[in-house]
């Protein structure tokens, strides 16, 4: 397994975040160029496994199962009894 070390310059840049009245982010604005890498990002994610990214509630069940399975808070599941 491969480790890429993060740079500075990996991150997307936001030239300003748009907010609503309560002053929650809403939207930002990039440039195009920035769109381009998101874009390339986003062609990465299998059709098969967008649709998790499009439903929060599936995918914060998601992240949570992970985060308990890393803590080693698992049992085992018996097929038989579903």
């Known amino acids: 397994m491969?480790?890429?070390?993060?740079?500075?310059?990996?991150?997307?840049?936001?030239?300003?975040?748009?907010t609503d009245v309560k002053g929650h982010k809403m939207a930002a604005v990039i440039d195009i160029e920035e769109f381009d890498r998101v874009q390339a990002v986003l062609d990465l994610?299998?059709?098969?496994?967008?649709?998790?990214?499009?439903?929060?509630?599936?995918?914060?069940?998601?992240?949570?199962?992970?985060?308990?399975?890393?803590k080693g808070k698992v049992t085992k599941l018996n097929l038989d009894e579903l």
């Open 2 to 18: 491969s480790t890429v070390a993060k740079r500075k310059d990996d991150h997307i840049e936001v030239k300003q975040f748009l």
């Open 45 to 70: 994610i299998p059709s098969s496994e967008a649709w998790l990214y499009k439903n929060k509630k599936a995918l914060d069940s998601v992240q949570k199962g992970l985060r308990q399975a890393a």
